[in-house]
Each structure stands twice: as C-alpha cells, then as structure tokens.
C-alpha cells in the first residue's frame, strides 16, 4: 500500500511537472498597447522632435506575414532622409509569422499661439515633424523585435 502511495504521488508530480513546463515554454503575444511602446522607442531616435506627444497611431493591427511582405520591401528609409541614427535595414518577413503593424504620422501643423498671446496672422505655423510623414513599423508579435520600418520623409 505504501509503495502504492508513492507511486501514484510520483506520477502526479511527474504530471505536473509537464503541465508547468508546457505552460512556462509557450511565448506570450504582446498586447496592443504593449506594441505601440515598443514601435515608439524603435522610431524615436529617428524623429525631429523625440516627442511622443507629436506623434499619432493612425494604426495599429496584427497581421501575417504574407500580407505585408510587400509593403515592407526595400529600404527602411529611402534616400536616408531622416534624422538620428543609421536606420538598421529591414530583415526578412517569416510569411507564416504573426506580427504587429504599426503606423504613426505627426500631428498636423498647429497654427495655435500659447495660450493668452495674440496670434499673428504672418505667423509661420508651429510644425512639430518637418522630415517626416509617416512611419510604419512591423514587430513580432510575440517577441516585440522590430524586424521592418518604412518611414516617409517629405520632400523640399
């Protein structure tokens, strides 16, 4: 009866064993918000401003890798336009892979003075992102590496 017990309490922490490694080894997908950290601190070095409050998510969606394989070919920044450090080229796309598209585009050019000073009408409006239009990044949806950007310079 004793060599019994022992048994069957082997084969149950045997059992949940198994069940804890299988729990501990299955990756975790990153939530939206999550996402949208990560993108931003991808982009950041590259904006004018190095100021989230001047940029906007125009979009943010998971997405599989064979949809986006094409928007994200060829450089990351054409022409090398954009502020900040070397852009690092954009790897392959697993076109089985999950992923996190994120979009973001400067706030619109803001005319408005601070607050209690009279605006002049020859004022030149206040424009937070003047090299860039748009950023798209696409990260892994379970580890957050970024792995493409394409980020749109405006064109002087």
Same mark, same amino acid.
């Given at each position: 009866?004793?060599?019994?017990?022992?048994?069957?309490?082997?084969?149950?922490?045997?059992?949940? *064993? #198994? !069940?804890? =490694?299988?729990? #501990?080894? %299955?990756? !975790? $997908?990153?939530? $939206? &918000? @999550?996402?949208? &950290?990560?993108?931003?601190?991808?982009?950041?070095?590259?904006?004018?401003? @190095?100021?989230?409050?001047?940029? +906007?998510?125009?979009?943010?969606? +998971?997405?599989?890798?064979?949809?986006? #394989?094409? +928007?994200?070919?060829? $450089?990351?920044?054409?022409?090398?336009?954009?502020?900040?450090?070397?852009?690092?080229?954009?790897?392959?796309?697993?076109?089985?892979?999950?992923?996190? %598209?994120?979009?973001?585009?400067? *706030?619109?050019?803001?005319?408005?003075?601070? /607050?209690? /000073?009279?605006?002049?009408? #020859?004022?030149?409006? @206040?424009?937070? $992102?003047?090299?860039?239009?748009?950023?798209?990044?696409? *990260? &892994?949806?379970?580890?957050?590496? =970024?792995?493409? @950007?394409? *980020?749109?310079? =405006?064109?002087?």
């Amino acid at each position: 009866m004793d060599l019994l017990r022992r048994l069957i309490r082997f084969a149950f922490c045997l059992l949940m *064993l #198994t !069940v804890s =490694v299988a729990c #501990t080894s %299955h990756a !975790v $997908e990153l939530d $939206e &918000e @999550r996402a949208a &950290e990560l993108a931003w601190q991808a982009l950041q070095p590259n904006t004018s401003s @190095r100021n989230r409050a001047a940029w +906007q998510i125009a979009l943010i969606e +998971q997405v599989s890798g064979t949809d986006t #394989t094409e +928007q994200f070919n060829g $450089e990351a920044a054409a022409g090398g336009c954009v502020p900040g450090p070397a852009v690092p080229a954009n790897q392959e796309i697993n076109p089985q892979a999950t992923y996190w %598209h994120v979009q973001f585009q400067p *706030l619109p050019a803001t005319p408005l003075s601070p /607050e209690g /000073e009279m605006m002049s009408a #020859t004022a030149p409006p @206040r424009i937070p $992102e003047p090299f860039l239009y748009r950023a798209d990044l696409l *990260l &892994e949806a379970e580890s957050g590496k =970024v792995v493409a @950007r394409r *980020l749109y310079c =405006v064109i002087y």
